[in-house]
C-alpha cells in the first residue's frame, strides 16, 4: 500500500468524512471537535508549498489513521500484494513500463562487502567580494589571495541592476563582504590620483558622483541579498519538509516496502495535525514490518522535485522527530532516475521522547542496495531531488541492524530542515559608516560630527539609505556582521584600535585595517550577528606610519570582538526619542480636550447672557 500526504480536503467540513488520499485506495477518517467548525484554511489543501499555521488549529481536533485496507500484515501470514506492487510503481513512475523497473528492483540486495574508505564530501566554497575595485574591497581581495582563500570579486554586475545579478555569477559562493558603497567626490573635481578623496571627505566640499544613495545602499543591497541568500544560507537553517517559522511545507510522501522484492511488510506517512509537539501537526512514518519472503524494509519515499532543493549553504539535515528506540535510515537522491545511488546515514532514536537528529553531510555514505559504492561521485548539496526514510533489518554491506524487530512501528516527524553546524560565524560580512544613526539624533552638536552627518540632506541623504541598507541585513536571516568605520584614511595597518556600539564615536581607520577586520570576522562566532564602529586611537593631527623592517605584529581581532554585545545598533537613541515624543503628546492630549470643552462652556454662557 502507498499513502501521499498531498491532501486535497474540502474547503469546509462540519461532519465527520471520508476522504480519499491522493494515488490510493486507502482512506482517512476526520474526526472533528464537538464544535464541527471547519478545518484551519492552511490544511485545507497540503501540497509542496509551504502555508502559514494560524493559532484556530488549536482549537480543531484532527486524526488522521487508516480507515480501510489498513496495514495488517504479519510475518509468514501472507503471500505477495502484486496490486500494491503495482501502485507503488505507479506512484512514484506514472503509467507502468515494467521491463526497465522489474529487472531492477527483482534484483536481490547483495551482501558484498567493500574495503575501500568512503570518500568525505566537500562542503568548503567561495568568498565573494563586492565592491572590489573600491579602497577597501581591493584590498579585501588582495589579503584573502595572499592566505591562498577561494575569492571571487563582483566586478561584471552591477547590484543595482538585478538582472545583472545572474546565478552562474554566484555559483559556489558561501561567504559575502560587501564594501559597495555610493561615491562622494569632491565638486571641484579631483587629481588622476585622486589625492582630495584620500585626504577624506573632511578636506573639500563633497557631492554624490553616479547612481543615488537610495540606489546603490539601499536598493542595491535588497537585490545583493536576494542574490546570494541560497549560496550563504539562514542562521536558523532552510525548511524542507513539516513545520517551522508558522508555516506547514508538506511532500508527496509514498510508500516502497519490500513488496517490490517480494515481500509483505507494508508501511505509509499521514499527517496529524494535532499529534505534533505542543499540540501542532506532524508527519507520521508508521506501519508494520515483516521478514516473510526473505523481506525486512519498510520506507517511505517522496516524489521526485519539481525543481532540485539546492542546500549547499548548510552542513547538515536536521530531523525532528519523536523516537521509539529503534535505528533508521535518511536517504538523500541527487538524480531524477529512480534507481540510483542514494546518499545514506542510519541514526538512532530515543524511545519516547521529541528529539533532533542532525546528519552532517559528510556523514552521508554512498549506497546502492544496501552496498558501499566507493567510486560514486561527492554529494551535491545544491541537487536534492527526493528524500527517503527507511527501517530495514539491514544495514550496509553485509551489516544487520542491530534494533531491527518485526512488527509495528511509528515514527512521528514533524520536520527536515538544512542547518548550519555551529558555532555559527557570519557568512555576510558588510562595510558600512559610522554616524548612519545621527543625522535625526535630538541633541547633537552638529559642529563636532563629520560631514556627512551634517550633510545628509545635501548628500542625498547618504547615512540615512546606508542605515536602511543595515536593516535589510540584519533582518534577512542571514548570519551578519556590520563594520562601521569612521573616516577612512590610505595609513597603514597597525595602530591601536578602538571597537565601539551605539554609533557614537568620531576618528579615523586605515583601509586596510579595516579589511583585515572583515576577513577576521567571517571566522569569528564573536562577531555573529554584531553591529559596532572602529577608529584609530592615532588623532586625526598625527599622521601614522610603520617601519618596513619592523612592522607591527598582527592583530588577533577575535579579542576586540569578544567585547561585543548584541543588539545595539545605535538606532536605540532615535527609538528612545521617537517613545519620548510620544508620551509627551499622550500627557498633552488630556489639558487640550479640557481647554476645548473649557472655551466651548464659556461660548455657551456668553451666548446664554444675551438671552437673558
Known amino acids: 500500500m502507498e499513502v501521499s500526504s498531498s491532501l486535497k480536503l474540502p474547503s469546509s467540513l462540519s461532519s465527520p468524512s471520508i476522504v480519499n488520499l491522493q494515488g490510493s485506495s486507502s482512506s482517512i477518517y476526520v474526526k472533528f471537535s464537538k464544535y464541527n467548525t471547519p478545518l484551519p484554511k492552511p490544511f485545507l489543501q497540503l501540497d509542496d508549498r509551504s502555508r502559514p499555521l494560524r493559532d484556530q488549529q488549536a482549537s480543531h481536533s484532527l486524526i488522521l489513521r487508516s480507515y480501510r485496507n489498513r496495514v495488517t500484515a504479519k510475518s509468514g501470514s501472507q503471500g505477495w500484494d502484486f496490486g500494491r506492487f503495482v501502485k507503488t510503481l505507479y506512484f512514484f513512475n506514472g503509467p507502468p513500463s515494467p521491463l526497465k523497473f522489474v529487472s531492477s528492483v527483482f534484483e536481490k540486495l547483495t551482501n558484498g562487502s567493500t574495503e575501500e574508505p568512503v570518500k568525505e564530501m566537500e562542503t568548503t566554497g567561495i568568498i565573494l567580494v563586492a565592491g572590489a575595485t573600491g579602497g577597501v574591497g581591493?584590498?579585501?581581495?588582495?589579503?584573502?589571495?595572499?592566505?591562498?582563500?577561494?575569492?571571487k570579486a563582483l566586478i561584471?554586475?552591477?547590484?543595482?541592476?538585478?538582472?545583472?545579478?545572474?546565478?552562474?555569477?554566484?555559483?559556489?559562493?558561501?561567504?559575502?563582504?560587501?564594501?559597495?558603497?555610493?561615491?562622494?567626490?569632491?565638486?571641484?573635481?579631483?587629481?588622476?590620483?585622486?589625492?582630495?578623496?584620500?585626504?577624506?571627505?573632511?578636506?573639500?566640499?563633497?557631492?554624490?558622483?553616479?547612481?543615488?544613495?537610495?540606489?546603490?545602499?539601499?536598493?542595491?543591497?535588497?537585490?545583493?541579498?536576494?542574490?546570494?541568500?541560497?549560496?550563504?544560507?539562514?542562521?536558523?537553517?532552510?525548511?524542507?519538509?513539516?513545520?517551522?517559522?508558522?508555516?506547514?511545507?508538506?511532500?508527496?510522501?509514498?510508500?516502497?516496502?519490500?513488496?517490490?522484492?517480494?515481500?509483505?511488510?507494508?508501511?505509509?506517512?499521514?499527517?496529524?495535525?494535532?499529534?505534533?509537539?505542543?499540540?501542532?501537526?506532524?508527519?507520521?512514518?508508521?506501519?508494520?514490518?515483516?521478514?516473510?519472503?526473505?523481506?525486512?524494509?519498510?520506507?517511505?519515499?517522496?516524489?521526485?522535485?519539481?525543481?532540485?532543493?539546492?542546500?549547499?549553504?548548510?552542513?547538515?539535515?536536521?530531523?525532528?522527530?519523536?523516537?521509539?528506540?529503534?535505528?533508521?535510515?535518511?536517504?538523500?537522491?541527487?538524480?531524477?532516475?529512480?534507481?540510483?545511488?542514494?546518499?545514506?546515514?542510519?541514526?538512532?532514536?530515543?524511545?519516547?521522547?521529541?528529539?533532533?537528529?542532525?546528519?552532517?553531510?559528510?556523514s552521508l555514505r554512498p549506497v546502492f542496495r544496501a552496498r558501499t559504492v566507493t567510486d560514486a561521485p561527492p554529494f551535491n548539496a545544491s541537487s536534492i531531488i527526493s528524500l527517503q526514510l527507511m527501517f530495514s533489518k539491514f544495514e550496509y554491506d553485509g551489516k544487520l541492524n542491530p534494533t531491527f524487530k518485526e512488527g509495528h512501528f511509528e515514527l512521528p516527524l514533524s520536520s527536515i530542515r538544512?542547518?548550519?553546524?555551529?558555532?555559527?560565524?557570519?557568512?555576510?560580512?558588510?562595510?558600512?559608516?559610522?554616524?548612519?544613526?545621527?543625522?535625526?539624533?535630538?541633541?547633537?552638536?552638529?559642529?563636532?560630527?563629520?560631514?556627512?552627518?551634517?550633510?545628509?540632506?545635501?548628500?542625498?541623504?547618504?547615512?540615512?539609505?546606508?542605515?536602511k541598507g543595515e536593516d535589510l541585513i540584519r533582518d534577512s536571516g542571514i548570519p551578519y556582521a556590520i563594520v562601521r568605520p569612521c573616516a577612512l584614511t590610505e595609513e597603514p595597518a597597525g595602530a591601536d584600535l578602538i571597537f565601539e556600539q551605539g554609533d557614537n564615536i568620531t576618528g579615523k581607520v586605515s583601509r586596510d585595517e579595516v579589511a583585515r577586520i572583515c576577513i577576521a570576522a567571517l571566522e569569528s562566532p564573536s562577531a555573529l550577528n554584531k553591529t559596532f564602529e572602529v577608529k584609530s586611537t592615532v588623532p586625526f593631527s598625527e599622521p601614522f606610519t610603520v617601519d618596513p623592517e619592523?612592522?607591527?605584529?598582527?592583530?588577533?581581532?577575535?579579542?576586540?570582538?569578544?567585547?561585543?554585545?548584541?543588539?545595539?545598533?545605535?538606532?536605540e537613541a532615535l527609538e528612545q526619542s521617537a517613545a519620548a515624543k510620544s508620551t509627551a503628546l499622550k500627557r498633552r492630549r488630556p489639558y487640550s480636550a479640557c481647554l476645548v470643552i473649557e472655551l466651548k462652556l464659556r461660548h455657551i454662557s456668553v451666548l446664554l447672557k444675551k438671552f437673558v
Not at 581591493?138 to 575569492?151: A, M, N, S
Not at 525532528?320 to 540510483?340: A, E, F
Not at 559608516?433 to 540632506?457: I, Y
Open 138 to 151: 581591493r584590498r579585501v581581495v588582495d589579503i584573502l589571495r595572499k592566505k591562498g582563500l577561494p575569492v
Open 156 to 362: 561584471v554586475a552591477d547590484i543595482t541592476k538585478e538582472n545583472t545579478l545572474v546565478p552562474e555569477k554566484f555559483k559556489g559562493v558561501r561567504k559575502v563582504i560587501n564594501a559597495v558603497s555610493v561615491i562622494v567626490g569632491p565638486k571641484e573635481g579631483d587629481t588622476p590620483e585622486r589625492q582630495k578623496y584620500n585626504q577624506g571627505v573632511r578636506f573639500f566640499e563633497p557631492e554624490i558622483k553616479g547612481d543615488s544613495p537610495e540606489l546603490v545602499e539601499y536598493i542595491g543591497m535588497k537585490n545583493l541579498i536576494n542574490a546570494v541568500r541560497d549560496g550563504v544560507g539562514l542562521e536558523n537553517g532552510k525548511l524542507i519538509f513539516g513545520v517551522g517559522d508558522n508555516t506547514f511545507k508538506d511532500l508527496p510522501w509514498g510508500a516502497l516496502d519490500d513488496v517490490v522484492m517480494g515481500g509483505v511488510s507494508e508501511s505509509n506517512f499521514l499527517i496529524d495535525l494535532t499529534a505534533g509537539e505542543n499540540g501542532g501537526p506532524t508527519g507520521i512514518f508508521k506501519g508494520i514490518v515483516s521478514t516473510t519472503n526473505n523481506g525486512g524494509f519498510t520506507s517511505v519515499r517522496t516524489k521526485n522535485f519539481p525543481e532540485a532543493e539546492n542546500v549547499s549553504a548548510y552542513d547538515g539535515l536536521e530531523l525532528r522527530l519523536k523516537g521509539d528506540g529503534l535505528r533508521y535510515k535518511l536517504i538523500v537522491r541527487t538524480s531524477q532516475d529512480w534507481d540510483t545511488v542514494g546518499y545514506t546515514a542510519s541514526f538512532d532514536t530515543s524511545p519516547g521522547q521529541w528529539q533532533s537528529i542532525r546528519l552532517p553531510f559528510s
Open 418 to 467: 538544512a542547518y548550519i553546524q555551529e558555532p555559527v560565524t557570519p557568512r555576510f560580512v558588510h562595510v558600512g559608516s559610522a554616524g548612519v544613526t545621527r543625522p535625526e539624533r535630538p541633541g547633537l552638536d552638529l559642529s563636532r560630527q563629520p560631514p556627512a552627518v551634517r550633510l545628509n540632506k545635501e548628500l542625498d541623504f547618504i547615512l540615512t539609505y546606508k542605515l
Open 550 to 571: 619592523n612592522p607591527p605584529p598582527e592583530k588577533d581581532y577575535n579579542e576586540y570582538f569578544k567585547n561585543l554585545k548584541d543588539g545595539i545598533t545605535g538606532k
